[in-house]
């Protein structure tokens, strides 16, 4: 056997694609990433029925939109420290343990593995999202609301709701990869609290600035004087946002995938 | 044949040169013992060996091929290495963690099970690497580094932090790695640390390789100083050129940096000049102070 025939037969780097998902999902044991989805999707309910039943005893009745209100409001208080959460949770083994290095000498570049990191929590919290917005819409049922359930104005938001949410995951995780001391991003997802939950109070223009305000902007319901109305999310701004963090994610992963250890 | 070897290998970080022309040699099948002071250049060096930075200038050669873009992947498959601190996730057992590598590499589960041996971790692969002790993280680290089947094992201060027996140990497996065939380049700013195990040693200072050869050559790349005991001291002076580089201590004379020739010389002359000589030898030099003096910014 040659020298070079031995060196390039005996293993391979840069693993695919399949295989980095697989080994996040491995990695993912013990981290209680499960269980923190979980806690999102029941504060996101949580929330919502605390609201629906609220707004239904001052106004004596239920419709379906109140509920759908509540989700509006439920998804932006829950999401965003929870999102950092999950992201910090994910990417500090990589610091912990020198999981960088190792990934580089194994072929998998800083950055591809954030991508990996990404795929695997975008998976849970769409199930965790979405799974809520189901959950909240046969409880409305259940409650006995009255009037049709808008369903394409709740599926839109529920799939807008996780666009966004996806969008602010992935900025948790680029900036608990570059940063060792997860204290910060945590701080990261308390500010995103406070600027999603304000955000409703901003001209459009300013909600349009940061990932957090775009909760704000494809809220599906809210209170019109003692009433609720079912609004019109911004799917324009929600796609405008999917496609700049689409580019934004690939350029800084990129980037990671350069730097020098 | 070298299995690595550099060419005028440099790495600059602005104005600060890290690692300046550097001609790393390490021949197949050997323990390089790649020393120098905290700060040398060492683990930048590893570094740029293992494409983990890339050079500002200079050439790199594994197994004979120069590292390009193109056959970087190809030639980094035969290199296992640990650098900084052993990896290893601690929420997961050792096992848990060579199943990540060997899922990354696409390693047969026979590759890995010889990895355990050979670190003698076998009995510990189910317990979390948080509860490992550091010889034992050390371990599972070249266990990840050898699961690949190596050529080459680039290891950066392995034997940082353990105790005398923790070091004894890893000792003993870079000898078993070496018998085995795989050369083994290990980085250490103590000399004591590996001089007994490496074959070649390569001294690193102020990121210049000020020596690469034998610890034979090492101990005669620094000509130890000539003592000579004299009855009367006070007629010394006048007797030793002012070019020489010796001082007086109490009887003895101590000349550094002479040959035999010059060394003749000069007990002829304090014999001509009646100072009594009744002894005369060559200093004895432990490898570290050799290493002490080079690394000082001694003579190489």
Known sequence: MTTETRSVHSVRLEPGAATLLRNEIAKCRHLRIGLVTALLAVGIVGLTLVGTLAGASTDGDLTAALPLAGLSLAVPVASPVILAILASRAVDIEHQGGGWLLGRTTGVAPGRLCRAKLGVLAAAVAVGTGGASVVVALLTRALGATGPVPVSLWLGYTVAAIVVSLVVLAVQVLISARIDNQLIPLGVGIVGTVVAIAASAFPSWAAHLTPWGYWSLIAAADYAGESVVTLQPSYVSVVALALLATAGVVVATRRLDRQEV | ?300
């Not at chain 2, 022309?21 to 020393?35: M, S, T």
């Not at chain 2, 035969?78 to 696409?106: C, F, K, M």
């Open chain 2, 1 to 300: 044949m070298d299995i690595v070897s550099t060419q005028a290998l440099g790495k600059r970080y602005g104005s600060t040169t890290v690692v300046d022309d550097l001609h790393l040699r390490i021949p197949e099948g050997c323990v390089y013992g790649f020393l120098g002071p905290n700060g040398s250049g060492k683990s930048t060096t590893m570094k740029m060996l293992l494409s983990l930075i890339a050079p500002t200038s200079g050439r790199i050669e594994l197994f004979g091929r120069p590292m390009t873009r193109e056959t970087r992947r190809d030639l980094l498959a035969g290199v296992g290495s640990l650098i900084e601190a052993p990896p290893g996730y601690g929420h997961l057992t050792g096992a848990e963690n060579l199943r990540i590598v060997q899922r990354s590499l696409g390693l047969r589960n026979d590759q890995v099970e010889r990895a355990v041996r050979t670190v003698r971790l076998q009995d510990q692969m189910d317990k979390k690497v948080r509860h490992y002790s550091l010889g034992m993280k050390q371990r599972l680290g070249i266990a990840m580094a050898l699961a690949r089947e190596p050529r080459l094992l680039i290891l950066d201060e392995p034997t940082n932090g353990l105790d005398p027996a923790g070091i004894e140990e890893i000792r003993g497996l870079l000898r078993h790695l070496a018998s085995n065939g795989v050369t083994v380049m290990v980085s250490s700013h103590l000399l004591g640390e590996i001089d007994k195990t490496a074959d070649v040693l390569g001294i690193l200072s102020g990121g210049r390789m000020i020596f690469q050869g034998s610890r034979t050559d090492l101990t005669s790349a620094v000509t130890p100083d000539v003592l000579i005991d004299t009855v009367d001291p006070s007629r010394v002076g006048p007797v030793l050129r002012k070019d020489l580089p010796a001082r007086v201590d109490g009887h003895t004379v101590r000349v550094s940096g002479i040959d035999d020739r010059t060394t003749a010389r000069v007990v002829e002359d304090l014999v001509g000049a009646g100072a009594g000589v009744f002894g005369v030898r060559r200093d004895e030099q432990s490898l570290e102070d050799v290493f002490m003096s080079l690394t000082s910014g001694g003579r190489p």
